[in-house]
């Protein structure tokens, strides 16, 4: 199994162009998630999804867009970029939890580091 | 709502002696939690978890963490520190459906 894969590793992007940052998983897991990390911040959750067609805002949702019409794939738009989405983007993937407590471990990917000049 | 705190930003400590990374959580229902560890410029690894099992849990690595519901804490320890532990580490408390993390500590090991 490859795990979780993320495209493309860097990418520097001028004000206002668009771009998607692909995931993919092959752990056949409902749930995946989107967040964007920056220095002493810890990773902020930016949206995720309990299953194929099912989407939900994270923490700061602002600035972007996803989709989920497969299972495996979890596609993060940014439509206009900024310079404050400058940061090191991480999906991740897991099981669905059992109840409200109990969660199972979520499963990164090697991240995608992007720059907005 | 779930919080997490880790009391440390900066951990700094000798090759071969012990290692403490603090960490508190706010939960109200009995909360999943987790430690990942971030090598530099890499993804997120689990190192362990726990899940209302025992409440000292072992993880990767000789890593360990200790569940203290009296005092909501969930601190990582480690008999002997090596070179290669020097990395960034994430206290995770779980939500519905979604885990919160804390800002991280990053572990300096000196030789």
């Known amino acids: 199994n490859a795990g979780v894969t993320q495209t493309p590793k860097f990418r520097i992007l001028k004000i206002g162009q668009s771009m998607t940052l692909q995931c993919t998983q092959d752990?056949?897991?409902?749930?995946m998630y989107w967040y964007r990390q920056d220095p002493g911040m810890g990773l902020k959750l930016i949206y995720y999804s309990v299953g194929a067609g099912i989407t939900d805002k994270g923490e700061v949702p602002n600035g972007y867009n996803v989709s989920r019409s497969t299972t495996e794939d979890f596609p993060l738009r940014l439509e206009l970029a900024a310079p404050s989405q400058t940061s090191v983007y991480f999906c991740a993937s897991s099981l669905p939890s059992v109840n409200s407590g109990t969660n199972y471990e979520q499963y990164f990917g090697p991240g995608t580091r992007l720059t907005v000049t | 709502a779930q919080s997490v705190t880790q009391l440390d930003s900066h951990v700094s400590v000798s090759e071969g002696t012990p290692v403490l990374l603090r960490c508190n959580y706010s939960?109200?229902?009995?909360?999943?939690l987790f430690w990942y560890v971030q090598h530099p410029n890499k993804g997120l690894q689990l190192l362990l978890k726990?899940?209302?099992?025992?409440?000292l849990v072992k993880g990767i690595n000789g890593f360990e963490a200790e569940f203290k519901k009296s005092e909501t804490s969930f601190h990582l320890t480690k008999p002997s520190a090596h070179m290669s532990d020097a990395a960034e580490y994430f206290c995770v408390v779980s939500g519905i459906d979604k885990l919160v993390f804390g800002a991280g500590t990053i572990l300096r090991v000196k030789s």
């Open positions: 726990y899940t209302s099992a025992a409440t």
């Open positions: 939960s109200s229902y009995s909360p999943s």
């Open positions: 752990m056949n897991h409902n749930y």
